[in-house]
């Protein structure tokens, strides 16, 4: 069976998952850290895989997204030092079946791309990408596969540590939904605030998204690591994929397979 590796280096983590075939045999994820070496990203991944009883001969393919230069070196060179390939690199050139008709397609990152990719390869179009991160992403793909809108805001975390750093007395809390939206003590009101601020965000820039498109109908699929949260509380979204972005790198893989 045809094995891919793909990885997508965020700001805060670095996740990836192993496809076998069209399957996700394992998942795993990584801190985004600069001053790491070769060797360290090479050992953590060799290590991972181990784990999962996966060898690295095993591995055909890697594809990469990145939105943190200074991570790629390393990571690359550890990749061709212990799994012996060179990784697919998603970036201007690569083919990926999404056309981007905006006036600098080379300012879309590598991450949205994929999540575009992913959620039109497998729920068609037009579709509305929801990536909730270290920041909020919102990505409208029309019909034919055209990337023609991206909203970014600050994520819930980026929101949560700006107000505890630049506040003298409030406290660092988890990012949960409280029960209720009327607030009695500081920790529910500070997770109040967060949660049900970007459910308000999310569901004002979606619809407002859709109108300005013209469209009377789009799919909306929300992913990241903290999509569950706001999908589970609201109805502008109709989709939680955790995995929309490895299927978007898996698929941009499968296209450029041939070209490598």
Not at 37 to 61: H, P, Q, V
Request: aromatic share 6%; net charge negative; with cysteine.
């Amino acid at each position: 069976m045809y094995m891919i590796l793909v990885m997508d280096v965020g700001n805060t983590n670095i996740t990836m998952g192993v496809f076998d075939g069209n399957d996700i045999k394992a998942k795993f994820r990584l801190t985004t850290q600069i001053n790491r070496t070769s060797d360290e990203y090479g050992l953590f991944i060799a290590d991972l895989l181990n784990l999962r009883g996966i060898k690295m001969d095993d591995i055909d393919t890697v594809a990469i997204s990145s939105v943190v230069p200074r991570v790629n070196y390393s990571l690359e060179s550890g990749i061709r030092k212990y799994i012996g390939l060179v990784p697919l690199n998603i970036g201007v050139g690569t083919k990926t079946g999404i056309k981007i008709p905006i006036p600098n397609p080379k300012e879309v990152g590598a991450d949205r791309v994929a999540d575009a990719v992913g959620a039109y390869e497998t729920y068609g179009g037009p579709v509305l990408v929801a990536d909730f991160g270290t920041a909020n992403k919102y990505d409208l793909i029309t019909e034919d596969g055209s990337l023609i809108a991206a909203v970014t805001s600050p994520g819930l975390k980026m929101s949560a540590n700006a107000m505890w750093a630049d506040t003298a007395k409030l406290p660092e809390v988890e990012i949960a939904l409280p029960d209720t939206i009327l607030a009695k003590d500081t920790v529910t009101s500070i997770q109040a605030g967060l949660v049900f601020g970007c459910i308000g965000q999310t569901e004002y820039i979606i619809k407002r998204m859709i109108k300005e498109a013209g469209l009377n109908k789009c799919t909306v699929v929300a992913t990241g690591g903290l999509g569950r949260i706001i999908a589970e509380n609201t109805d502008v979204i109709d989709i939680y994929d955790p995995n929309l972005l490895l299927k978007g790198l898996k698929s941009i893989a499968d296209k450029n397979s041939n070209i490598r």
